[in-house]
C-alpha cells in the first residue's frame, strides 16, 4: 500500500481532530477522500505529511513511518494544501523554479507543458493572482517534478471548469503511469469523475471504503408526489427502489434509489398535481451511508 | 453602526490594555521615581541647572526644560516627548488598520455606507484613544497627589487634563494623517509615512537650531505647534491644541472621504526600483531576498541617522572641550560617557539607535514568522526539506539580512566620520556592529519563541523584548533603580565599542542569543504541531 493507517488518532487538547482512521491507498490507483467541512480530511492529510503529530495510532506513507521518517515521504511526494499561501513578489515561474529546486529532479519540458495546459500566466507576480489563478500555481508546484504520490486537498476550488477538466486529465495520465492519487473532496461529482476507490469520513471517522460504484448506490432521489385526492400509500411502498414512503394529506414523500420509471407509472395512475425530484446533498448520502455501516 | 465600532474596540483591546500600561503606567511610576530620585530641593535645583544648561544637541529629543526642579516639569521635559510617540505610533496603527486592513472588504459587505463603516470605526478607536489618554491624566494626577513632597510638585487636575489632551490631539494628528493617506497608498506605506513625520518632525523642532533646513520644516509639524504646551509643567497653552485637532480631524475626514469614494483595495502606484529576483536556490537564500527590502529600509534610515551623529559629533565633542564646565555638567548626567571626544559624544548617540535596530530586528522576524501563519510553511514542508534544516538556513538568512543592515548602518557612520574629518574611521564603523549584535540578539529570541510555540507569535516576542530593555534602559539609571535592575537590559551589557571598549561578554551574549535562539527554534519546530 502507498498509504497506510491503523487507527489513527488526532486530538487537538479535548477537541476532535480524527478519531481511529484506519484506510488503505493502493498503488496507481486515484483515491477520493470525501467528507462535509470539519470531518477530518485536512486532519488526516496533515498527519500523513508528518505536520501533526498523531495522538495514537499509526500513518506509514511509501512504507515510512509518516512521523518518524518525513523528508523522506517529502523526497517522493506532490502536495496541495487545501489553503496555502507564497511568495507574493516572486512571478509564478520563480516560484515553480524556486520549489523544483528544493524538490530536485524536475523535468522542465514536462513543467512548461503543465503550464500552458493549466493555462498559467508564469510572469505575473503571485500577489496579482485571482484565487483560481493562485490555485494553478500550487498544482504545478505539487505536479511538476512527477512525484510518486500526489496529496491534493480540495485542489479544485476556485478553478474554473475548463481547467476542472485538464486537471482531471492529468490525474488520469498520473494513475496510468501508475503514480498515486489521495484527493481530499467535497465534491460528489469530482470524485465520481476521477476517482477509483473512495472512502467517507465524517465527524472524524471513516464511515465507508469502496470503489466509486458502491458510492453510486448510496445516491438516491427524495421524490415529492402531490396529488388531487387521497392516494394509498401500498400502491408505492412496494415498488422497487422506494423506500421511506410518508404521507401527509395528498403529498407522498419517499426515498427512490435506482431508475424513476416504477414511480412514475405508479403515479400516472391517480390525478398528478406535482412531481418534483431532489438529489440528496453530500450530508445526505453521509447519513445514508453512516446509517448503512451502523 | 454601534456594532462596527463595537468590532474596533474589541480589535484594539490589546492595545487599549498595552497602551493603559505603557501611557499612564509609565507617568505615575516615572513621577514616583523622580520623588525618590530627587528628594531634596538642593538635588531638584541642581538638576534643573543642568537641564537648562544643556544644548539643543544633547536635548533635542526631550521637550523644553521649563520647571524642571518640580517633579511634573522632570517628567514633562524628560519623557514628554516618549508619551506622544507611543500614544501616536498606536494610532497609526491602529487607524491604517482600520482603513487598509485585511477585513477590509467584508466587512464594507455590511449593509451600511462605506462612510458609515469608516466612521464608526474611527470613531471607535478615537474613544479607545479617549480612554487611554484620560488614563493617563488620572496616572499622572494620582502620581501627583501620592509623591508631591516638595512646592510646586502638585499636579493640579487642570495639568493633569492638559496631559491628556495634548497626548489625544497629537495621536489623532499623527494618525489621522495615516488614516488619509491609507485608502491611497496601503496600510505599510501610510504608516511608514507618518511615522516618518512623526519622528522626522520632533528632530526638526528639536535640532531646528543647529541646521536652518530644519528651522524650515519644524515649523510644519504638530511639535512645533504645541512646543509650549508643557502641562506638567504647569504651562498650559489649550489654544496651540486646536491646531493638531484641527488638522486631525481634517486629515481623519480626508480618510473617511478617500475610503468611501475609492475603489476598495486600489492603490496609488509607487516608483519602486524592480529588483531581479535573487535567493530561488534554496531556503536561506529566499529567507534572505524576502528580508532585504526590510533590511535594506532599516538600513538606510539607520545609516542616515549615524550620518548625522557621527557627522556632528566631531564638533559637539570640540564645544565640550572647549568648555569644561558644560562638560562636567553633561557628565553627571551621563556618567559612564566621556563626552569631549567624538567617539564618546558619538557612543551616547548611538545609544539612541538601540531601539531604532531593535524594531528592525521586529520587523525582519515578522516576515520570517508569517510563513506559518500564510501556509507558505505547510508548501515547504512538503519539500525534501527538514524543519530544523528550515529554521536554521532561514535563521541564516534571517542574519544575512541583519548583517545587511548593519552594514549600511556602518557605512552612514563612517561616512559621517570621514564628514566630520575624523582621524580614525574605523573605530565607530567598527562599533555599529553592536547595533548588529543587537538586532541579531532580538530576532534570535524571536525564532526561538516562534519555532518552539507558533512562528506569528516571533514578532510580538522581539518588540516585547526590544520595548522591555528600552523602558529599562530608559528609567533604571533615571530613577536610580538597583544596578541589577538595570542589567537586565541588553544594552546595557554592550560597552562603548564607539571608543574601543568592547564589553565580551555583553557580546557573547548577543551571539548566544542570535545562534541559540535559532537552533531552539529548529529544534522547537521539530517538536511540534504545525499550526494554521
Redesign the interface.
Known amino acids: 500500500m502507498i498509504i497506510e493507517t491503523e487507527r489513527l488518532t488526532k486530538r487537538y487538547g479535548t477537541r476532535r481532530g480524527i478519531d481511529e482512521v484506519t484506510l488503505a491507498v493502493a498503488p496507481g490507483e486515484i483515491h477520493g477522500f470525501l467528507g462535509p467541512n470539519g470531518a477530518g480530511k485536512t486532519t488526516t492529510i496533515?498527519t500523513l505529511?508528518?505536520?501533526?503529530?498523531p495522538t495514537s495510532g499509526t500513518a506509514r506513507v511509501f512504507g515510512l513511518d509518516a512521523h518518524a521518517d518525513?523528508?523522506?515521504i517529502?523526497?517522493r511526494?506532490?502536495?496541495l494544501?487545501g489553503?496555502?499561501?507564497?511568495?507574493d513578489?516572486?512571478?509564478g515561474a520563480?516560484t515553480a523554479?524556486?520549489?523544483a529546486?528544493?524538490?530536485?529532479g524536475v523535468d522542465t519540458a514536462y513543467r512548461d507543458a503543465l503550464i500552458a495546459r493549466l493555462g498559467i500566466d508564469p510572469g505575473r507576480r503571485f500577489r496579482e493572482l485571482s484565487k483560481g489563478n493562485k490555485q494553478k500555481i500550487?498544482l504545478l508546484?505539487a505536479f511538476q517534478h512527477r512525484p510518486g504520490l500526489l496529496i491534493l486537498d480540495e485542489p479544485t476550488s476556485g478553478l474554473d471548469p475548463l481547467v476542472q477538466q485538464e486537471f482531471q486529465a492529468l490525474l488520469r495520465e498520473a494513475r496510468d503511469e501508475g503514480r498515486t492519487v489521495f484527493l481530499s473532496s467535497h465534491v460528489l461529482s469530482e470524485v465520481e469523475a476521477v476517482c477509483d476507490r473512495v472512502t467517507l469520513i465524517r465527524d472524524g471517522r471513516i464511515v465507508r471504503t469502496g470503489k466509486v460504484a458502491e458510492l453510486r448506490d448510496l445516491a438516491h432521489h427524495q421524490v415529492l408526489l402531490r396529488f388531487a385526492d387521497t392516494v394509498p400509500v401500498e400502491a408505492f411502498q412496494g415498488l422497487p427502489g422506494v423506500s421511506d414512503v410518508e404521507v401527509v394529506d395528498h403529498t407522498l414523500r419517499m426515498r427512490v434509489s435506482g431508475p424513476m420509471t416504477p414511480v412514475v407509472r405508479a403515479a400516472a395512475g391517480y390525478e398528478l398535481l406535482d412531481f418534483e425530484s431532489r438529489e440528496p446533498g453530500l450530508e445526505e448520502t453521509f447519513l445514508r451511508a453512516y446509517e448503512t455501516a451502523s | 453602526m454601534t456594532t462596527v465600532a463595537m468590532r474596533a474596540w474589541r480589535d484594539a483591546r490589546r492595545g487599549l490594555i498595552t497602551l493603559l500600561i505603557l501611557l499612564a503606567g509609565l507617568v505615575f511610576a516615572v513621577l514616583g521615581g523622580v520623588a525618590s530620585a530627587y528628594p531634596t530641593v538642593e538635588a531638584r535645583t541642581e538638576i534643573a541647572r543642568l537641564a537648562t544648561t544643556l544644548g539643543p544637541a544633547a536635548t533635542g529629543m526631550t521637550g523644553p526644560a521649563v520647571g524642571v526642579e518640580t517633579m511634573g516639569g522632570y517628567v514633562q521635559w524628560k519623557y514628554g516627548t516618549v508619551l506622544v510617540v507611543i500614544a501616536a505610533v498606536w494610532a497609526i496603527i491602529a487607524l491604517t488598520g482600520t482603513i487598509a486592513g485585511k477585513a477590509l472588504e467584508l466587512l464594507a459587505a455590511v449593509p451600511l455606507s462605506r462612510r458609515r463603516i469608516a466612521l464608526a470605526t474611527t470613531g471607535g478607536l478615537a474613544g479607545v484613544l479617549t480612554v487611554v489618554c484620560a488614563a493617563a491624566s488620572a496616572g499622572a494626577w494620582l502620581g501627583g497627589q501620592v509623591f508631591a513632597r516638595l512646592p510646586g510638585d502638585g499636579i493640579s487636575v487642570g495639568m493633569a487634563a492638559g496631559l491628556g489632551a495634548w497626548l489625544w490631539v497629537m495621536a489623532l494628528a499623527f494618525g489621522g494623517l495615516a488614516s488619509a493617506l491609507a485608502p491611497w497608498f496601503g496600510r505599510a506605506v501610510s504608516a511608514w509615512i507618518a511615522g516618518v513625520v512623526l519622528v522626522g518632525g520632533l528632530v526638526a523642532v528639536g535640532y531646528r537650531t543647529l541646521s536652518p533646513a530644519l528651522d524650515a520644516i519644524a515649523p510644519l509639524t504638530p511639535w512645533a505647534w504645541t512646543h509650549d504646551h508643557l502641562p506638567l509643567a504647569g504651562r498650559l497653552d489649550w489654544a496651540s491644541l486646536l491646531w493638531p485637532l484641527l488638522a486631525g480631524v481634517v486629515l481623519l475626514g480626508v480618510g473617511v472621504e478617500s475610503f468611501a469614494r475609492r475603489d476598495l483595495g486600489a492603490r496609488v502606484g509607487l516608483p519602486r526600483v524592480r529588483m531581479p529576483?535573487f535567493g530561488?536556490?534554496?531556503?536561506a537564500g529566499?529567507t534572505f531576498a524576502?528580508r532585504f527590502p526590510t533590511a535594506v529600509a532599516w538600513g538606510s534610515g539607520l545609516g542616515v541617522l549615524g550620518f548625522v551623529l557621527a557627522a556632528t559629533s566631531e564638533s559637539m565633542a570640540r564645544q565640550f572641550a572647549g568648555s569644561p564646565a558644560l562638560a562636567d555638567t553633561f557628565e553627571r548626567i551621563f556618567p559612564d560617557f566621556d563626552v569631549s571626544t567624538a567617539g564618546g559624544f558619538l557612543q551616547l548617540l548611538v545609544q539612541l539607535l538601540f531601539v531604532l535596530a531593535g524594531f528592525a530586528a521586529v520587523g525582519l522576524v515578522t516576515g520570517w514568522g508569517a510563513d506559518e501563519e500564510?501556509?507558505?510553511l505547510?508548501?515547504?514542508?512538503?519539500?525534501?526539506?527538514?524543519r530544523a534544516g528550515l529554521v536554521l538556513r532561514g535563521g541564516i538568512g534571517l542574519l544575512g539580512a541583519v548583517t545587511v543592515m548593519t552594514a549600511l548602518a556602518a557605512a552612514g557612520v563612517g561616512l559621517g566620520a570621514v564628514a566630520a574629518g575624523s582621524t580614525d574611521v574605523f573605530q565607530p564603523v567598527a562599533g555599529t556592529a553592536v547595533l548588529g549584535l543587537f538586532t541579531a540578539a532580538c530576532a534570535g529570541v524571536g525564532v526561538a519563541v516562534g519555532g518552539i510555540t507558533r512562528m506569528s507569535t516571533a514578532g510580538t516576542v522581539a518588540g516585547a523584548v526590544v520595548v522591555l530593555t528600552y523602558l529599562i534602559d530608559l528609567v533604571a539609571p533615571a530613577l536610580r533603580l538597583p544596578d541589577w535592575v538595570h542589567g537586565l537590559a541588553l544594552t546595557a551589557h554592550l560597552g562603548k565599542p564607539m571608543v574601543g571598549d568592547w564589553d565580551p561578554v555583553g557580546v557573547t551574549v548577543c551571539v548566544v542569543l542570535a545562534v541559540g535562539g535559532v537552533l531552539a527554534g529548529a529544534a522547537g519546530l521539530s517538536r511540534?504541531?504545525?499550526s494554521?
Open positions: 496533515r505529511l508528518g505536520h501533526l503529530r518525513p523528508v523522506a517529502h523526497r511526494l506532490g502536495y494544501p489553503e496555502f499561501g507564497l511568495y513578489r516572486l512571478t520563480q523554479d524556486y520549489f529546486r528544493l524538490h530536485g500550487g508546484i | 529576483a530561488l536556490g534554496g531556503v529566499r524576502e500564510t501556509g507558505r505547510e508548501m515547504l514542508l512538503a519539500t525534501p526539506v527538514s511540534r504541531d504545525l494554521h
